[in-house]
Every structure is written in C-alpha cells, then in structure tokens.
C-alpha cells in the first residue's frame, strides 16, 4: 500500500507569509496527487488535482508542484481565510485505494 | 450548483447495523462515480468505498472490506452505504464526495462533498 506522509503536522504563520507543506509518497505515484482544505466543523474542499492544476474558483495564491514522491502545496501569501487543515490525496492507486496524508493543521501565529 | 446531501447517522451499539444515504441534486447523477470518506473525531481523512456511475463496479477499504456496501439508485438520485457489524472504530462523519468522471484508474480527485453526517458507535 502507498502511504502519504504530510509534514509538517501543524505550523504557525502570519497574515502575508509564504507557507509551503510537504507531501511524501511511499512509492511514485506520477502525479496523481490532490489537495485538499477542511476548516473546523465542515467538508473538505478540492484545491489542486493532477499535482499542480488549480480547481476551479480557487485563488491563484494555491500552488502546487512536484512528481514522482515529493510534492508541496505552497500559499504565496496567507490570507485570514486561508487558516485550516490542509490534506493530500494519492489517487495513483484508484480505484482500489485512495489514500489521504495525515494533515497539516495552519495556524495563527 | 451541485448539493450532495448524506443523512442516516446516529449512535448504533456494536455490532448493529446503519445504513446511510446521499442524495444528490444539481448534477446527472448517473453520470459520476461517487465515494464515502470518513473522518474519527479530532483526526485525518479515511476513504472508505467507491462505487462507479453504473453501479457495478466497486472497491472498498480493508478496514471495511465484508461488514460495508456500496450502492446506488440512480432513478432516485441517491448513494447508500450499508454498515454491518460496526465497532467502535467505526465512529467518525461519514462523507458522500463526488468523482468528476464515470470512474477512472489513477487520476481520481474528489470535486463535490456533503456536509458529513456523524456515526457513533457505542454500548
């Protein structure tokens, strides 16, 4: 089975910082990579497919970039809005398995 | 726009059985393969099943594998997911997300959620 290893598991940052989270795969995984953002008490919401492509709607300050096993979503400047858990999602398996990373959690620093 | 819509959850004792339901609307439903992901209170994402736009072709997670099953009516807009002996591992929000396709190898991302509904299990 592939596993997904997120890091950080939380951080903390301010209003206008970059933030870059990191995603590891236990194997390549080409880049069959999501993301997703949950905020406390609601479902999570599609940010980045295919590794890098933006969903529809989402702010052009979401990016994401890597192949292989190593990816990272990057925020080029966080907003109030954008403090929540972050997840990524290996589809490289689908249909038997999709596999969620353990989360990052951003926070107000 | 797209609603999804779960419903069915409660606190069940263990080894009892729950049955959970999604409804969908602004969207031709049969056109989608659909999931269930689940999240434990406090913790990450678990996904649970897959059932793909015609109904047949399904695929589940070990930790469910045998006690879970996948449906769908398309006529009445709906997903289902049956749960049998539950355990107390089990209790988390069950989600219902919609796939952008009619069911795809490798390239599966999750575009439409609903609001979760909760499960417990507990004696």
């Known amino acids: 089975d592939i596993q997904m290893t997120q890091s950080p598991s939380s951080l903390s940052a301010s209003v206008g910082d970059r933030v870059t989270i990191t995603c590891r795969a236990s194997?390549?995984?080409?880049?069959?990579l999501n993301w997703y953002q949950q905020k406390p008490g609601k479902a999570p919401k599609l940010l980045i497919y295919?590794?890098?492509s933006l969903q529809s709607g989402v702010p052009s300050r979401f990016s994401g970039s890597g192949s292989g096993t190593d990816f990272t979503l990057t925020i080029s400047s966080l907003q109030p809005e954008d403090f929540a858990s972050y997840y990524c999602?290996?589809?490289?398996?689908?249909?038997?398995?999709?596999?969620f990373g353990g989360g990052t959690k951003v926070e107000i620093k | 726009q797209v609603q999804l819509v779960e419903s069915g959850g409660g606190v069940v004792q263990p080894g009892r059985s729950l049955r959970l339901s999604c409804v969908g609307s602004?969207?031709?439903?049969?056109?989608?393969?659909m999931h269930w992901v689940r999240q434990a209170p406090g913790k990450g994402l678990e996904w649970v099943a897959v059932?793909?736009?015609?109904?047949?072709?399904?695929w589940y997670a070990d930790s469910v594998k045998g006690r879970f099953t996948i449906s769908r009516d398309n006529s009445k807009n709906t997903l289902y997911l049956q749960m049998n002996s539950l355990r107390a591992e089990d209790t988390a929000v069950y989600y219902c997300?919609?796939?952008?396709?009619?069911?795809?190898?490798?390239?599966?991302?999750?575009?439409?959620w609903g609001q979760g509904t909760l499960v417990t299990v507990s004696s």
């Open positions: 997300a919609r796939e952008p396709s009619g069911g795809s190898y490798g390239t599966t991302a999750l575009d439409y």
């Open positions: 295919a590794a890098s």
């Open positions: 602004g969207l031709t439903f049969s056109n989608y393969a």
């Open positions: 194997q390549s995984i080409s880049r069959n």
């Open positions: 999602q290996q589809s490289n398996s689908a249909p038997e398995r999709l596999t």
């Open positions: 059932i793909w736009y015609d109904g047949i072709n399904k």
